[in-house]
């Protein structure tokens, strides 16, 4: 089993930055990447951006592209999601996975472990 834990939402003005991190624990090895997804009120849980532990390559949803930067410090198993020009309807409970599949994967399916999520609210 792998426990996710994320921090660092919280509200933030229109253009504003906020840092996510999502600390793993547990057997992790078992784990080829994380990701992001995010949920907004009435909406499904959509892809925002994943890393693989190992090579650190990265993929985006086109919303957020040039916008937010995924990184991973394997050493410390954590992931971080850099928010940079938020905008209001990136408002949503974002939520850390960790994949069972292949890395860089955009599907929820293919991600086992999941966090409680943490709200990021951006007002406008």
């Known amino acids: 089993q792998v426990q996710l834990a994320e921090s660092g939402g919280g509200l933030v003005q229109h253009g504003g930055s906020l840092r996510l991190s999502c600390v793993a624990s547990?057997?992790?090895?078992?784990?080829?990447?994380m990701g992001w997804f995010r949920q907004a009120p009435g909406k499904e849980r959509g892809f925002v951006a994943a890393?693989?532990?190992?090579?650190?390559?990265?993929r985006y949803a086109d919303s957020v592209k040039g916008r937010f930067t995924i990184s991973r410090d394997h050493a410390k198993n954590t992931v971080y999601l850099q928010m940079n020009s938020l905008k209001p309807e990136d408002t949503a409970v974002y939520y850390c996975?960790?994949?069972?599949?292949?890395?860089?994967?955009?599907?929820?399916?293919?991600?086992?472990?999941w966090g409680q999520g943490t709200q990021v609210t951006v007002s406008a």
């Open positions: 996975a960790g994949d069972n599949g292949p890395p860089l994967s955009i599907a929820r399916d293919q991600y086992a472990y």
């Open positions: 547990g057997r992790t090895s078992s784990t080829y990447g």
């Open positions: 890393v693989s532990w190992t090579t650190g390559l990265t």
